[in-house]
């Protein structure tokens, strides 16, 4: 119980380290996310939802480098096309995410302030972090197994192998009462039993 209880431990703290970066990282993405939102709504006479896709294709660019090289900087690195393909598609899932609930607030409620547009858009982050979160953790930055526990699992496997391969060779195997089989090459019970 010792050995799980402190495995476990091990996890949630890794746990912890995990959401602190991701937060971290991502605290950064929505003040970028945020200020390119209010500079494109304020300077051009782009509408709502579309400046805030815009915005949010800019986090996402700055998330995926803070995300690669910071929060799973230790993470797999060998499927690059891979991982980049899986981060913009979760990413433009999180983007319809987000973006979804601000078009329902602009145009299905008519909330088109630049109070609530700012505070429908930062919820919307908010939903589609959650997404992103597991999404990232679950299919696009995979844990690499690691060396030793590899190496364990290796080693533990052959001397389990060597052990029963010595048990074998020593033992006679037990044969059910019932079967009257001879060892290999010598004639069966059977056939030496007298005719009647």
């Known amino acids: ?106 145009y299905g409620f008519d909330w088109d302030g630049p109070l609530q547009s700012n505070f429908f858009k930062f919820f919307g982050i908010g939903v589609a972090t959650m997404f992103r979160f597991w999404s990232y953790r679950t299919w696009v930055f995979r844990h690499q197994p690691e060396p030793v526990a590899v190496a364990e699992e290796a080693v533990a496997t052959a001397a389990e192998e060597a052990a029963q391969a010595s048990a074998g060779a020593g033992a006679v195997p037990a044969t059910p009462p019932d079967v009257r089989s001879a060892a290999p090459g010598r004639p069966s019970a059977d056939r030496l039993a007298p005719r009647r």
């Open 1 to 106: 119980m010792g050995e799980r209880g402190g495995a476990l431990r091990g996890q949630l703290h890794q746990l912890v380290r995990e959401v602190a970066k991701f937060g971290a990282v991502g605290g950064l993405g929505v003040l970028v996310n945020l200020a390119v939102f209010n500079l494109v709504r304020q300077t051009t006479e782009i509408p709502v939802v579309r400046a805030s896709i815009i915005a949010t294709v800019v986090a996402i660019a700055f998330n995926y480098v803070g995300f690669r090289y910071f929060t799973y900087r230790d993470r797999d690195k060998t499927g690059r096309t891979r991982e980049l393909s899986l981060f913009l598609l979760f990413s433009v899932i999180g983007l319809v995410i987000e973006n979804g609930i601000l078009y329902a607030a602009t």
